[in-house]
């Protein structure tokens, strides 16, 4: 497994990342996605468990 602080820390960068608009952080989000393969949701976008962004009507 993974070392707890490890997963504290990547939790953290990325409630961190998600207030601001700097170049770094929209490159960690990419990094996210190309790794992940999830797309990070708008500030104010919540889905119910288990529910997708597509499954909304918009």
């Known amino acids: 497994g993974v070392p707890a602080p490890v997963l504290s820390a990547a939790l953290f960068e990325r409630f961190a990342s998600r207030d601001e608009d700097h170049y770094a952080n929209q490159l ?3 990094m ?3 790794f992940g393969g999830h797309h990070e949701l708008p500030t104010g ?3 119910e468990a288990g529910a997708r962004k597509s499954d909304q009507a918009g």
Do not use: G, I, K, T
Request: neutral net charge.
């Open 28 to 30: 960690l989000s990419a």
């Open 32 to 34: 996210r996605l190309q």
């Open 45 to 47: 976008d919540v889905l």
